[in-house]
């Protein structure tokens, strides 16, 4: 019933910055938690932040912790990822997610998801 798209992904040198946005359609975002997950070749999609309905509350992976934001505009029905000082590690794609219900770290907890924008960090 959610639909949602990546935008935002490019190529960066390490130390750069990116911001990923993901606009959502079908329904509004206001009642749903949303998340960043990424996923390198040959990897595991791992979480990297998650905020909740209002944006009271937000996770972040340690990884990623002191250099990325995750923010929210529900009256525009966007979510956000503001990548600071990125380092090649972070090369991945990323997919944002919605749930109806509360914030969650896991992939598992999330049931709509768009289809990804790859970042790729140069040293």
């Known amino acids: 019933q959610v639909q949602l798209v990546e935008s935002g992904g490019g190529l960066v040198q390490a130390g750069g910055s990116l911001r990923l946005s993901c606009a959502a359609s079908g329904r509004t975002i206001s009642t749903h938690a949303m998340g960043w997950f990424r996923q390198a070749p040959g990897k595991e999609r791992e979480f990297v932040a998650a905020i909740s309905q209002s944006a009271a509350i937000s996770y972040y992976a340690d990884s990623v912790k002191g250099r990325f934001t995750i923010s929210r505009n529900n009256a525009k029905n966007t979510m956000y990822l503001q990548m600071n000082s990125l380092k090649p590690e972070d090369t991945a794609v990323y997919y944002c997610?919605?749930?109806?219900?509360?914030?969650?770290?896991?992939?598992?907890?999330?049931?709509?998801w768009g289809q990804g924008t790859q970042v790729t960090v140069s040293s």
């Open positions: 997610s919605a749930d109806r219900g509360i914030i969650g770290r896991t992939s598992n907890h999330y049931e709509y």
